[in-house]
């Protein structure tokens, strides 16, 4: 159980830092109701992640990854 979890954070640690390697920024919109009762607004947020980003967060999922296969797949009580 341990040991898939590891696996799986890892992965996603990995994919996450390949796509941070395809894209230099994300826009998130968001609607906000207005207090007032009228149309709601957009909120436009812009993420310009680093360039060290990228590279850390697949070295991280590697390494991750590369720990989960020495976990023992079951532990002997």
């Known amino acids: ?7 799986a954070m890892g992965i996603s640690t990995a994919i996450v830092g390949l796509e941070f390697l395809a894209v230099d920024k994300a826009t998130i ?3 906000v ?3 007032g009762g ?8 812009e993420i310009i992640p680093p360039d060290w980003v ?3 967060l697949l070295t ?3 390494v991750v990854v590369i720990y989960s296969f020495t976990i023992p797949k079951r ?3």
């Open 33 to 35: 109701d207005a207090a």
């Open 38 to 45: 009228g149309p709601p607004k957009a909120q436009v947020r």
């Open 1 to 7: 159980m341990v040991r898939a979890f590891f696996l």
């Open 75 to 77: 532990a002997s009580a």
């Open 54 to 56: 990228p590279w850390a």
């Open 29 to 31: 919109i968001s609607q």
């Open 60 to 62: 991280a999922g590697i």
